[in-house]
Every structure is written in structure tokens, then in C-alpha cells.
């Protein structure tokens, strides 16, 4: 199983709707990363979370803790929307150092 | 501020050739990871660097090394390249880390790197 499970994997959605991406980990973590990643490979960072809720014009991150359990939402959505997102935590190694370890993404395409 | 830049873009080297790979961090940012992107494992962490030292390290075999040097600037290299390592090398940036909280990272356009 892995530490960090994203759903859906892919989503297709109509512009205007409302979009919901999950992220589910198993490992305890000090920080999450929600990424966006446009064709091409460039990836922008969203979010960087520790607790609670953050939002930015028309994205929004929620995180629980005790859930382990992290959403992605996106408001009125866009065909510029159309790009892979990508949960990353932050977590600890059994050895004590630090890694970023990454869900496999979720693609979302919005159709205008 | 300029972004992060990392050259070259795309190499083409074949199996048991070495590469080195490098990455100029956002001025004033100190720590610098490096990260693997293939389809098949997605991201994988490869390490990570802060004032020259290598503060985290992934799993990845002992081919696989860096180094940061005091500008900020970091390389890294992969030696007897084997087939599985063609992939997109992606180097992010973040600011020194303050009171424990962690920094956002900002991500490089990355590297395509093919073997053949």
C-alpha cells in the first residue's frame, strides 16, 4: 500500500463545476503539499499545510490530522484548470532524516 | 526575483555514460532537493541540501549523489546510467526553514533526461 493514496485518478469535469481531490496518508507527517503540474512538467506549488484550511482566489486545502486526510477543492472551475495535482507530505524516516513522499497524482481535464 | 533554473533541459546519454545535472536556486534560498519523475514511479524524492550539506537523503542507489556549493548552486550526478533512469529531474528551492516551520518549495522546469 502506499504512504500517500490520491483519488480519483482521473476527473473530468464540465467548467463552472465544483472539483474535490482527495489525499490519504498513512505515515505521520509534519507538513502536506498540494502541486500542480501542467503538461510540460512544470509544477507550481499550491499549498503547504500543517493544520486546518487555506485558500487562495478559487482553490481551497483542508487537512485533518487525526484523519490523515487532506482535500483539494476548486470553485468555478476552468479549462486552465486542466493540469495533474499532486499530494505530497512531509514525513520521517525510520532512520530519522526527512523525505517528501508523493501520491501518483490525480489528472484533472475540464471541458469548457 | 528570477526562478529556479536548472540546465541543460533535455540530454540524451546512453546506458554506462555518466551525467551531471544542475540547478540554480532562487537567490537568497538555501536548501535545494532533488527529485526523480518517471510514469511508471511518479516523484521520488532523491535528496535534499542545505548549506552544502546533504540534510535528507531518498532511496536511491549509491550512483545517484550531489553536492551544494556555498552560492547555493547544486549539482547532481548519476553514474553508469542504466535505461531505468531515463526521466524528468526536477530541483525545488525554499528559504531557510524558521521556528521548525517548513518553507513552500518552488520547482525547477527540470531536466528530461534519456538514456539509451
Known amino acids: 500500500k502506499n504512504e500517500v493514496e490520491q483519488s480519483p485518478q482521473n476527473l473530468t469535469a464540465q467548467e463552472g463545476e465544483f472539483i474535490t481531490i482527495n489525499c490519504s496518508y498513512s505515515v505521520g507527517i509534519s507538513a502536506l503539499h498540494w502541486l500542480q503540474q501542467h503538461p510540460g512538467g512544470g509544477i507550481v506549488s499550491l499549498f503547504m499545510?500543517?493544520?486546518g484550511k487555506k485558500k487562495h482566489g478559487r482553490l481551497i486545502a483542508t487537512i485533518n490530522i487525526q484523519e490523515k486526510h487532506s482535500s483539494l477543492h476548486i470553485t468555478a472551475s476552468h479549462p486552465r484548470d486542466s493540469a495533474v495535482y499532486i499530494c505530497?507530505?512531509?514525513?520521517?524516516?525510520?532512520?530519522?532524516?526527512?523525505?517528501?513522499?508523493f501520491g501518483k497524482g490525480t489528472k484533472l481535464t475540464v471541458n469548457p | 526575483k528570477a526562478g529556479v533554473t536548472q540546465t541543460p533541459r533535455y540530454l540524451i546519454k546512453t546506458r554506462g555514460q555518466q551525467v551531471t545535472l544542475s540547478c540554480s536556486p532562487i537567490?537568497?534560498?538555501?536548501?535545494v532537493s532533488w527529485y526523480q519523475q518517471t510514469p511508471g514511479q511518479g516523484l521520488q524524492f532523491l535528496f535534499e541540501y542545505f548549506s552544502e550539506t546533504q540534510r535528507n537523503k531518498g532511496n536511491f542507489p549509491g550512483r545517484f549523489s550531489g553536492r551544494q556549493f556555498s552560492n547555493s548552486r547544486s549539482e547532481m550526478n548519476v553514474s553508469t546510467l542504466e535505461l531505468g533512469d531515463s526521466a524528468l529531474y526536477l530541483c525545488?528551492?525554499?528559504?531557510?526553514?524558521?521556528?521548525?516551520?517548513?518553507?513552500?518549495?518552488?520547482f525547477g522546469p527540470g531536466t528530461r533526461l534519456t538514456v539509451l
Open positions: 505530497a507530505v512531509r514525513g520521517v524516516t525510520q532512520g530519522g532524516s526527512e523525505k517528501l513522499v
Open positions: 499545510l500543517s493544520s
Open positions: 525545488a528551492s525554499s528559504p531557510e526553514r524558521t521556528s521548525g516551520e517548513y518553507n513552500e518549495q518552488f
Open positions: 537567490s537568497g534560498h538555501r536548501s
